[in-house]
């Protein structure tokens, strides 16, 4: 089956810095990487999802990346704010069915 | 956007009980609902996959038995964990999904404590 990692585990930055967060996924036939916040108590929320057709995608402060070759993918916050700091876990899909999530990152942004 | 609803948020009772967990979806028909369990600072598990009409798929290592699941209609499938016991505590989460191209929406959880 799919196998991600995720890192780094935590992630500590200064308010108005970048965050990167980087995955790798083993199953070259996953081809949906969706980004998850997941806030202490709280569900994860979707923040941004790609398809393996698709290098980049941008969402405002938000944009992912994907290397298909070589099979990894990451996150990029920008002008990071407070409400930012939460758990972040990246996926990948095979299939548009079942997700593979990674281990998270807990990302803390310092006011 | 899309909103899954997932009730109760929180349970609390005494080991032997049987508790039933609801994942609706509120404003789309949902063909695909996952569960998934979530022990603290760990990630998401992947419990079982139902569709509407049809009997679940069981993740391995996963007790069908033990965690029944119900999806009777698009918008709602249930989570029943039977005979809790202590080591069931957990944080149960579903999500729902519309169709193949789309993400996969969550509910905001349930924590289960069994005494």
């Known amino acids: 089956g799919e196998n991600v990692e995720q890192h780094p585990s935590t992630l500590s930055v200064q308010e108005g810095d970048s965050a990167v967060i980087k995955c790798t996924y083993s199953d070259s036939a996953s081809n949906y990487f969706p980004w998850y916040k997941q806030e202490l108590g709280k569900g994860p929320q979707l923040i941004i999802d790609?398809?393996?057709?698709?290098g980049e995608k941008k969402d405002q402060r938000i944009a992912v990346t994907l290397n298909k070759t070589a099979k990894h993918f990451s996150l990029h916050i920008t002008e990071t704010q407070p409400e930012d700091s939460a758990v972040y876990f990246c996926a990948a899909s095979p299939s548009d069915y079942k997700l593979s999530f990674g281990a998270g990152t807990t990302v803390t942004v310092r006011a | 956007g899309a909103v899954v609803s997932q009730h109760p948020s929180r349970v609390i009772c005494k080991s032997g009980t049987s508790v039933k967990i609801e994942c609706r979806s509120l404003d789309f028909q949902a063909t695909t609902m996952f569960w998934y369990r979530q022990f603290p600072k760990q990630s998401l598990m992947l419990m079982a996959t139902?569709?509407?009409?049809?009997?679940?798929?069981?993740e391995q290592g996963v007790e069908k038995d033990k965690f029944l699941i119900n999806h009777a209609s698009l918008t709602l499938s249930t989570l029943t964990v039977t005979s809790a016991h202590p080591e069931d505590s957990s944080f149960y989460i579903c999500s729902a999904r519309f169709t193949g191209r789309e993400p996969q929406h969550f509910g905001d959880g349930t924590r289960l404590s069994i005494l």
């Open positions: 139902s569709n509407e009409g049809s009997k679940a798929t069981y």
């Open positions: 790609i398809r393996s057709n698709v």
